[in-house]
């Protein structure tokens, strides 16, 4: 049997194989970009096919959106236990790790050519990440041997078999009795597995029988403690590296395929005259590579449709776990909604319209029933921030979308990748929580979101506002010459009623409005003016009234803590 030090090294042994394997093979399986090569991937997804539908369902119910989470941790944690397994093999037996090992390759090998999407090259990451395992659990096998004391480095191998040659235990007997003390040791009583045997025998504190290593066994045990180390450490970086380089290949590409159903419920339709077309005012669809982006992420969330899931939950009458293919076999409904974002200071940049494809919100709130008293959506994203929505304006009809694409493509990452909410009407803080995965139904008293948590207003509905685009800030404009004075309003679910201009100390003069296809969208606005004033600098100011008759106000406000206030007002120069 082997000693306790002899398993400990044998463990570490087999652990440190296994980190080089995986951590090769993940890397290897970045660069090839193999979607089902990752040896972990290929086993869980192995794993869930073959899964009864209990056992899915309970995953699902236990874990939530973790379950895939869950399932990965567990591989982790039985290979561990098998690569110890072939650790203390190999620390015995070279030939037997190595046929552990094989196992151990071929279950990878088998799991990653056994998706419907695999082809050949997926084997390729698990082969040679088992070829850099054989190679260490070769090399760093032996100076474990000598560090345990079970053989010096350079020693001949056991004969296979490994019994020791007859007359072996004689020998051991003739040393525990002194009878041949003259004799010289058997150098395979250094190696051999029962080489211990002996010392176990002899009498406690006999030195004189005591068998002497043939070499000190400290050099290379701590060469082997220092070689298991640094390749643990590289094996490592090596599974993290690729596994976020290949999440990042795979959601990039994911998001470009993706192809989504067909709206149920449309837009309506763009109607004549929605965009002005002025050179200098926002296009009345921002485009998705200008659409601004205001988010707590440092590096983006990689969230694949194929891994996630929506749990509603807390306040409900049955908790729901959607899956991606749920979300959107449920009838999806498209409508432009304009997003903005409370820190958008009186004229600033984060406000843009999109058309956006989403499941109903509602629909799914209803389905899963909420219990009297809830007022909040605690929603989480697969980065941890959290935004709550009041349940209110989930409910009231208005398109609360859990939206699946944007101006009719997949959402980009950046903007929330696979699913998002979009609800009108609410700054984003407060209903636009992208790689959404998590609404708990409570209610503000009992948790309070992210941004609500620093000074945020927990309740934050959009304020009636303009914005002056042309002439920009600090232009010059000819005297006596027609400008355009153009812009954009928005009251999201209110509707722009009317747009009024003022230049210098002027009266308010009406704007036109462009066309809009609903009350959720921004509003475009001109004002022409024949700048009949003599020159000098004039300071140009707007304001808009929404359908309810609310004038926006002329109180300047910093975005702090529920929305900016205050007329946006451009000086300009008349030349
Ligand atoms: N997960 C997550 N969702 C989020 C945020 C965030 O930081 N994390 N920011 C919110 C804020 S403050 C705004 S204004 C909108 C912005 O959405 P966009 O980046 O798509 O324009 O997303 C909201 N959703
Ligand atoms: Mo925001």
Redesign the pocket.
Known sequence: MLTGRAAGLGVLLGVVTALVALGVAQIAAAIIASQDGAPVTAVGELSIDHAPPAVKNFAIREFGSADKTALVWGIRGVLIIFAAVIGVLAIRRLWQGMTGLAVFIAIGIYAAESQPTSTAKDAFPTAVGGLAAALFLWKAGALARAGAGLRAPGAPAPAPGGRPPAGAAEAGSAADSGADSGAPREPWRQWQPGGDRPAAREPAGSARARPRPAVDTDPSRRRFLYVSAGAAGAGLVAYGGGTLLGENRDVTAAQQTLRLPRAVSPAPPLPSGYDLKIPGLSPFITPNSS???????IAL?EVLPSSWHLRIHGMVDRELVLTFDELIRRPLIEDYIT?????NPVAGP?I?NAKWLGASLRSVLRQAGIKAGADQLLCT?A?G?T?GTPVQTAMDGRDALLAVAMNGTALPV???FPV?LVIPGL???VS?????TDIEVTTYAASVS??AQRGWSAQAPVKTESRIDVPALGATVKSGHRTAIAGVAWAQHKGIEAVEVRIGKGPWQQAQLAAVPDLDTWRQWVYYWDADVPPGNYLIQARATDKTGYTQTSVQQPPEPNGASGYPSNLITVS
């Open positions: 659409f601004y982006r205001v988010d707590t992420a969330p997003l903005c974002c409370v820190s984060y843009g994203s980065d921030f935004s950046a903007h929330g998002r700054y984003g803080y636009a929580c992208k790689w959404i992210f941004w």
